[in-house]
């Protein structure tokens, strides 16, 4: 069983590297939000970012995709430094993001959502391959119907769809994915999952935040869970669920019972 | 033998357009102490919500000694006994305790009963009692929480709902809530615990649901419960 756990997280280690943080850190105020964080996303990998709230999940994307830059640190991405870069630039260098609280452009239609994302993203695409790349990306998350809909009329699973169907749009190598499943009921949640595979099977890596344990456990071929802005364990899913550190993180300290049992 | 109290039957709940509940059900007898347990974001406060009346379900129904009070605003059904202690206390930190413990018995029943329900509090918390007219706000974490208790005791439930009071709180702060919830549990108070701590509340409880992705993934005595392996499943997936 370990040896051959070990085996497998040698082989995934042995994968080339295509998003490296190196001892990122941020602060907001009194707030440690991210502290001294080191981990890489392999090309063709699931890396599932998990912890409790608060965490510095978010964060962590958000230093990735120049939302604002780390205070401390470097992010290499395809060998590049793109430590502070805008997100726009972010996006030209191939990395798309789906955001927690779905962001649609809700006039628009799907299609033009997603051809909005096809424009700014990895490739400068002319209009007419904008729209046959968003058609495609739509398609790939199960919206090839409903392209002329307006995305306001969309339920809160189609919204999701659409979410990840305009970072797809942008032709990415790396997507990150803030809670997708949140919201979804079980049918949509297990469709959901089925898309991720497949867009992961099409060669896009993913660093996906995600609060529904069964499925983060089931997709990812890493974890990391951070806890208090730190990087609290790695490895894959059965490594981290069995780390007594990482279940203290989640269920919480036996020891404080004992003390309180031992002082009343 | 049983005495249902409190019953929630195949709740569903969200905000927005978001879904938290898919079928949320769970008994509560008087006289025991029930904990509500499971991962953040598993729907344990939405359920509370769904059954104080902070939030209506969209189906199912919540009975309470009886009646189906599903659709009672919150303020009715504290009326009625189902008296919630919310998750991060929500003092009135610029009054004092006595003012504190006074505001909790504001519905005309709890009035009625406050000059027996002021002494019976302060008996069961006599720390209260030395520091009536203290400020709440220059209160310890620990004797705020205890505050907050008291203050839903005020109300003279038939159920006290108790929402994560040691939420982020130092590890003295969590003990101090094990001798409050050891007090109310000496008391006979029937309580409907959510705490973080899983192994405190299995410790204290007489009974536990543990809630996964908004429906019920695991039930049992608290000492059952606490054996099975499955309710690491529960929070982390595995």
């Not at chain 1, 904008?130 to 969309?154: F, I, N, W």
């Not at chain 1, 896009?204 to 990812?220: F, K, N, W």
Request: glycine share 10%; aromatic share 4%; hydrophobic share 45%.
């Amino acid at each position: 069983m370990a040896a051959s756990a070990m085996a497998a997280y040698a082989e995934v280690a042995a994968m080339t590297a295509l998003l490296e943080l190196v001892s990122v850190s941020k602060r907001f105020g009194g707030l440690q939000a991210v502290d001294n964080l080191s981990l890489t996303v392999n090309e063709g990998e699931i890396l599932g970012l998990i912890g409790p709230n608060g965490a510095g999940k978010s964060t962590v994307f958000n230093l990735i995709n120049g939302v604002y830059p780390p205070d401390k640190g470097q992010v290499r991405f395809a060998s590049t430094d793109i430590t502070g870069m805008k997100p726009h630039l972010v996006a030209r260098q191939g990395i798309a993001r789906t955001h927690q609280i779905v962001q649609p452009l809700g006039e628009l239609t799907v299609l033009d959502n997603c051809t909005v994302g096809a424009c700014f993203g990895q490739k400068n695409l002319p209009l007419g391959q904008a729209q046959a790349a968003a058609a495609e990306a739509a398609e790939m998350v199960g919206l090839g119907g409903r392209l002329g809909m307006q995305a306001s009329a969309l339920t809160t699973a189609g919204k999701k769809r659409l979410e990840m169907a305009r970072a797809l749009s942008a032709q990415p190598k790396l997507l990150l994915l803030d809670e997708v499943l949140a919201g979804l009921n079980p049918t949509e949640t297990e469709q959901m999952i089925t898309t991720v595979r497949k867009i992961r099977d099409s060669g896009i890596a993913i660093l996906m935040i995600e609060h529904i344990m069964r499925a983060v456990m089931s997709l990812s071929d890493r974890i990391v869970v951070l806890n208090l802005g730190a990087k609290l364990a790695q490895g894959t899913p059965q490594q981290v669920a069995e780390n007594p550190e990482v279940i203290k993180a989640y269920l919480g300290d036996s020891t404080l019972m004992q003390a309180a049992e031992s002082s009343s | 033998m049983s005495d249902l109290l409190l019953q929630a039957e195949n709740l569903e709940a969200g905000y927005d357009g978001v879904q938290v509940l898919w079928g949320m059900s769970l008994k509560v007898e008087r006289g025991t102490m029930t904990t509500l347990l499971g991962a953040n974001g598993a729907g344990k406060t939405t359920t509370l919500r769904a059954v104080t009346g902070a939030l209506r379900p969209s189906a199912g129904r919540v009975m309470f000694r009886g009646e189906d009070v599903t659709a009672l605003s919150a303020h009715a059904k504290a009326a009625r006994g189902l008296v919630l202690v919310p998750e991060g206390r929500q003092l009135f930190t610029d009054m004092t305790v006595q003012e504190n413990l006074e505001l909790g018995a504001y519905s005309p029943r709890a009035r009625e009963y406050f000059k027996r329900q002021i002494e019976q509090v302060y008996e069961l918390f006599p720390r209260l009692k030395e520091r009536r007219s203290q400020k709440a706000g220059t209160f310890s974490g620990g004797e705020q929480q205890m505050l907050a208790i008291a203050r839903g005791l005020m109300a003279v439930p038939e159920i006290l709902i108790i929402d994560e009071l040691s939420l982020g709180l130092a590890p003295v702060v969590v003990q101090q809530l094990v001798v409050t919830l050891k007090a109310l549990k000496a008391a006979g108070v029937t309580v409907l615990l959510v705490e973080q701590n899983l192994h405190l509340a299995l410790a204290l409880c007489d009974y536990a649901y543990v809630i996964a992705e908004g429906r019920p993934f695991l039930e049992g005595p608290c000492a059952e419960v606490a054996a099975k392996p499955e309710i690491r499943q529960a929070y982390l997936g595995l």
